[in-house]
């Protein structure tokens, strides 16, 4: 990400932080809160509050790497579908993303896919999705205690890399905690004050090195000490098969009534078949 673009992404948070608060707060409400928690397991609740509003969880390793998640309908059904073949944080993250779509926008604009924190500069829904995704997975207020604690045990090992590589440390660290991505960290680390805008060295840093393989290399001498975990994987896991019985399941529905033949039934299964067969990584 350009550092002009993340000045851009900060702008538009400071200036609908009321009405994004405000987001936050219908979402909590939704949970039976009154006030923020720090959500141990996205993926769960949102599944519990997707089928609340009549959306089922789909999780599919997709070939193409830049979705993160996108909206379907399907035989009247709504599904958002989640790319596992993208990292479990970007899978967390695009979670809240579309709780934001389809719990608070409501949104039913259905096969359109997302691609997070790239190309939302000029998209004032999908900045305002972003930043919910971000309120929600990492609290204001919790945020800040655990930056603060972090910055508290940084070790002259790692002090001793690079100037900033305690504050990529925090980065890695924080990830791990709240189970989300690199720049969604790192644009919550500016927005509640934990580093500082005006630092134009640390940005630079920062946004340079938001690759896996530059963090590995900068921690190579203190690999015990790098926070990678399975956060930065992917799970591959996949419910096509869930969503090929609930097709068969209505399909049979609609024989049964008459509207459809049996071939009509063995082409649309095909056919479905054949394009998961085209979209899904093979292992």
Same mark, same amino acid.
């Given at each position: *990400?350009?550092?002009?673009?993340?000045?851009?992404?900060?702008?538009?948070?400071?200036?609908?932080?009321? =009405?994004?608060?405000?987001? @936050?707060?219908?979402?909590?409400?939704?949970?039976?809160?009154?006030?923020?928690?720090?959500?141990?397991?996205?993926? &769960?609740?949102?599944?519990?509050?997707?089928?609340?509003?009549?959306?089922?969880?789909?999780?599919?390793?997709?070939?193409?790497?830049?979705?993160?998640? $996108?909206?379907?309908?399907?035989?009247?059904?709504?599904?958002?579908?989640?790319? &596992?073949?993208?990292? @479990?944080?970007?899978?967390?993250?695009?979670?809240? /993303?579309?709780?934001? /779509?389809?719990?608070?926008?409501?949104?039913?604009?259905?096969?359109? %896919?997302?691609?997070?924190?790239?190309?939302?500069?000029?998209?004032?829904?999908?900045?305002?999705?972003?930043?919910? %995704?971000?309120?929600?997975? +990492?609290? #204001?207020?919790? $945020?800040?205690?655990?930056?603060?604690?972090? &910055?508290?045990?940084?070790?002259?090992?790692?002090?001793?890399? /690079?100037?900033? %590589?305690?504050?990529?440390?925090?980065?890695? &660290?924080? *990830?791990?905690?709240?189970?989300?991505?690199? *720049?969604?960290?790192?644009?919550?680390?500016?927005? @509640?004050?934990?580093? =500082?805008?005006?630092?134009?060295?640390? +940005?630079? $840093?920062?946004?340079?090195?938001?690759?896996?393989? %530059?963090?590995? #290399?900068?921690?190579?001498?203190?690999?015990?000490?790098?926070?990678?975990?399975?956060? *930065?994987?992917? !799970?591959?896991? =996949?419910? $096509?098969?869930?969503?090929?019985?609930?097709?068969? /399941?209505?399909?049979?529905?609609?024989?049964?009534?008459?509207?459809?033949?049996?071939?009509?039934?063995?082409?649309?299964?095909?056919?479905?078949? !054949?394009?998961?067969?085209?979209?899904?990584?093979?292992?």
């Amino acid at each position: *990400m350009e550092k002009e673009k993340l000045l851009n992404i900060l702008k538009f948070n400071e200036e609908n932080a009321r =009405d994004i608060q405000l987001d @936050c707060n219908l979402f909590y409400e939704m949970l039976g809160r009154d006030s923020a928690v720090v959500l141990s397991d996205i993926q &769960t609740i949102s599944r519990i509050l997707f089928e609340k509003s009549g959306y089922k969880l789909l999780r599919m390793p997709l070939k193409n790497k830049e979705i993160g998640a $996108f909206l379907l309908k399907l035989n009247d059904a709504k599904y958002v579908v989640i790319n &596992t073949s993208k990292s @479990c944080a970007n899978n967390n993250f695009a979670l809240g /993303h579309e709780l934001y /779509h389809t719990l608070i926008q409501q949104d039913d604009e259905y096969n359109s %896919a997302e691609v997070y924190m790239e190309n939302y500069d000029d998209n004032p829904n999908e900045m305002r999705a972003n930043a919910f %995704a971000g309120s929600i997975i +990492m609290p #204001k207020n919790d $945020f800040i205690l655990t930056s603060s604690l972090l &910055t508290k045990i940084s070790s002259e090992e790692v002090l001793n890399i /690079h100037k900033y %590589a305690g504050d990529l440390l925090n980065v890695l &660290t924080l *990830m791990n905690n709240y189970k989300t991505t690199y *720049m969604s960290v790192v644009v919550r680390c500016y927005e @509640c004050d934990v580093f =500082d805008k005006n630092d134009d060295e640390k +940005m630079t $840093f920062l946004l340079k090195n938001n690759d896996e393989k %530059a963090i590995k #290399k900068i921690f190579s001498e203190v690999s015990s000490r790098m926070p990678l975990g399975v956060q *930065m994987e992917p !799970s591959y896991l =996949d419910d $096509f098969k869930l969503l090929y019985e609930e097709a068969k /399941h209505e399909g049979q529905k609609s024989l049964e009534l008459g509207w459809i033949t049996k071939e009509d039934l063995k082409y649309r299964l095909d056919g479905l078949q !054949s394009a998961y067969q085209q979209v899904v990584e093979v292992r």
